[in-house]
């Protein structure tokens, strides 16, 4: 069994502060730097947007990681949109075929340590980003 | 039907010439969307010439409710005033840079009060607010 793993589904707006928030509380709980608790919860707040404005539904699973001398936080947003037809094009700054603003997919590959996205067409998107921290 | 309750209303006040945004709500869209009504309504209505946006109270910025903020100080300054951002830490501030929300033209400061004594100055080097 996993330490500790949360689900959220999105399928309104404000699930997407609301799925912030939980990665907030989460990482504040398990220690993280407080510069890291505002990546993570920032991520969260992107990847929650980029399922509300791009597939209307889906959820964000926010889990906790051990790694030898490091805690780590993952995120997974997945949802079974219409997916991404031109990834690379998708993590370029400022591309956008939405109605937020497309800056949401380069920024948290920015700001996470690790970021796998895996998409195709009709199938949906799903984006697995982590942040690693030390140990106290 | 959306059942949450969100608070939106910020209490805002003028000190000393300027409008003065403490936001201790979280930016859900709406919320960043009807401060940023009632700040500029608030300036067309008061004059005033500094906008101080305190968010230190947010635990989430992303790149909508920082693109509207952003967008405030923007008409702020067509209506002639200031906007100070306030409460941002440095480490907070990089990480909106990689969202490429880089607040250009618009003044942060550390905290509420630094905002206050550098919209002061502005005005005194302006030959106002004696």
Same mark, same amino acid.
Not at chain 1, 17 to 22: G, N, Y
Not at chain 1, 104 to 110: A, N, Y
Not at chain 2, 101 to 117: D, P, Q, V
């Given at each position: 069994m996993k330490p500790f793993e949360k689900k959220i589904p999105i399928s309104r707006e404000t699930d997407i $502060?609301? @799925? @912030? =928030? #939980?990665a907030k509380k989460t990482s504040r709980d398990a220690g993280f730097s407080e510069n890291n608790q505002f990546m993570i919860t920032t991520a969260v707040s992107e990847l929650a947007r980029n399922i509300f404005v791009? @597939?209307?539904?889906? @959820? *964000?699973? $926010? #889990?906790? =990681?051990?790694?030898e001398s490091q805690k780590g936080i993952q995120v997974i947003a997945e949802d079974n949109g219409p997916g991404i037809h031109d990834i690379a094009k998708a993590l #370029?700054? %400022?591309?956008?075929?939405g109605n937020s603003l497309g800056l949401? =997919?380069?920024? *948290?590959? %920015?700001i996470m340590d690790e970021f796998i996205i895996d998409s195709s067409p009709g199938k949906g998107t799903t984006v697995t980003a982590r942040k690693w921290d030390k140990n106290a | 039907m959306n059942t949450d309750k969100i608070a !939106?209303?910020?209490a805002m006040h003028i000190t000393y010439g300027c409008l003065v945004v403490p936001v201790d709500v979280e930016l859900y869209d709406d919320t960043v969307l009807?401060? +940023?009504e009632e700040i500029l309504a608030k300036v067309r209505e008061t004059r005033v010439k500094g906008v101080i946006i305190d968010l230190s109270g947010v635990s989430v910025i992303d790149s909508f409710s920082g693109g509207v903020i952003q967008d405030t100080a923007k008409a702020v300054s067509l209506l002639g005033a200031t906007t100070v951002i306030s409460g941002l830490?440095?480490?907070t501030a990089a990480v909106l840079v990689d969202l490429n929300?880089?607040?250009?033209?618009? /003044?942060?400061? !550390?905290?509420?009060? /630094?905002?206050? +004594?550098l919209l002061q100055s502005a005005a005194a080097g302006r030959g106002e607010g004696k």
């Open positions: $502060i609301k @799925a @912030a =928030l #939980e791009y @597939a209307g539904q889906g @959820a *964000v699973l $926010i #889990e906790l =990681l051990v790694r #370029e700054d %400022r591309f956008t075929t949401g =997919l380069p920024g *948290v590959k %920015r | !939106s209303d910020v009807h401060i +940023r830490q440095p480490e929300l880089y607040f250009e033209g618009i /003044a942060k400061t !550390s905290t509420l009060e /630094a905002g206050l +004594r």
